[in-house]
């Protein structure tokens, strides 16, 4: 392992302004499966297929060089021919018309189908864990909110289940990120945990409003919009539960800037009663809000507080 250039290590840090690290160790091998089990199914796919056709191509060559004596069959100095060949003989489908000839073919044949099953292997292995691997799909509203709630100022936000079935024992955890001066004059960047009126739900079906009480003990209180951004603040979200089908842990995690704080909004409802006495969530206003005209609260560079 050796020290390289910087690197992205979190693009949603603060208001969106990257974090780059330099000094670290890399392991690329190490490291290789958790960043392809990370990849997105259109970049995995888009590199398998590449490096097999490389790999394919590489061997194509191979034969060639070989001799027109390599391939039985094959036309002379024909990368088509041996290209082909070499695809029959990586994906193990067996021969039809070209066939190896050569002992030195046949030797360079045993090897590439060696690599061929054991690519096919890591291969399959890798996207069976990709497409079994739980995940969540939870809608965080684009924005948080600083309002009155119950007479009393409160930080609000919420979560949508973008999927049909249920997440069980959800538990939600909020944190607080900031800079801050320590008595030294230090520069540290500290986390505080806010606490939730409800931070569990035994069952997250729906929409979830998460609301965290602003009182002399919370780490926003007295905060204004003016002084988060200058401390870079950053609210992290993540939430856990199990998939109720799979029986497995399932996770998001969302991150709120100061920028995208609004200070004396409040979300537009989106829970609807039909005539017939029936319910409605309409998703379509869920990120929406609304000034609430409440007195006091403070606004992104306002000297207030919420």
């Keep these: 392992m050796r020290l390289r250039g910087p690197r992205i290590l979190e693009t949603r840090f603060g208001a969106g302004t990257p974090v780059l690290a330099v000094g670290l160790r890399r392991a ?11 990849w997105s199914w259109t970049r995995l796919f888009a590199t398998m297929g590449a490096l097999y056709v490389l790999i394919i191509s590489l061997f194509a060559l191979g034969y ?13 100095e024909s990368f088509e021919d041996a290209f082909f060949f070499s695809f029959q003989t990586m994906a ?21 189908v060696m690599i061929g ?8 292995g890798l996207v069976f864990a990709k497409f079994a691997r739980p995940t969540a799909r939870v809608l ?16 609000l936000f919420r979560m949508a289940n973008e999927r049909g079935n249920q997440i069980v024992e959800a538990q939600l955890s909020v944190a607080l990120l ?6 030294d004059g230090e520069q540290v960047r500290r986390a505080y945990d806010l606490a939730l009126r409800r931070e569990k739900s035994l069952l997250f079906s729906l929409t979830w409003l998460a609301v965290h009480p602003i009182g002399p003990e919370s780490p926003l209180h007295g905060a204004t919009g003016e002084a988060l ?13 199990l998939d109720e089908h799979l029986g497995q842990v399932v996770h998001a995690r969302h991150a709120y800037g100061a920028a995208e704080l609004r200070f004396g909004h409040h979300f537009v409802d989106v829970l609807e009663t039909l005539p017939d006495g029936s319910r409605l969530v309409d998703y379509r206003k869920f990120h929406d809000v609304r000034p609430d005209g409440v007195a006091g609260m403070a606004a992104p560079g306002t000297s207030s507080t919420p």
């Design 28 to 38: 690329p091998i190490d490291d290789l499966y958790h960043s392809l089990i990370t």
């Design 64 to 76: 060639l060089a070989l001799g027109p004596d390599a391939i039985e069959h094959a036309r002379l």
């Design 92 to 112: 193990t489908i067996g021969y039809g018309h070209m066939l190896p000839k050569s002992t030195a073919a046949n030797l360079v044949s045993v090897a590439q």
């Design 117 to 124: 099953l054991a690519g096919t292997a890591v291969s399959t």
């Design 140 to 155: 965080f509203s684009d924005v948080a909110v600083i309002t009155t709630f119950d007479g009393a100022p409160a930080l």
């Design 178 to 183: 900031r800079d801050e001066t320590t008595v």
């Design 229 to 241: 951004a200058r401390g870079a603040a950053t609210l992290i979200v993540s939430l856990t539960g």
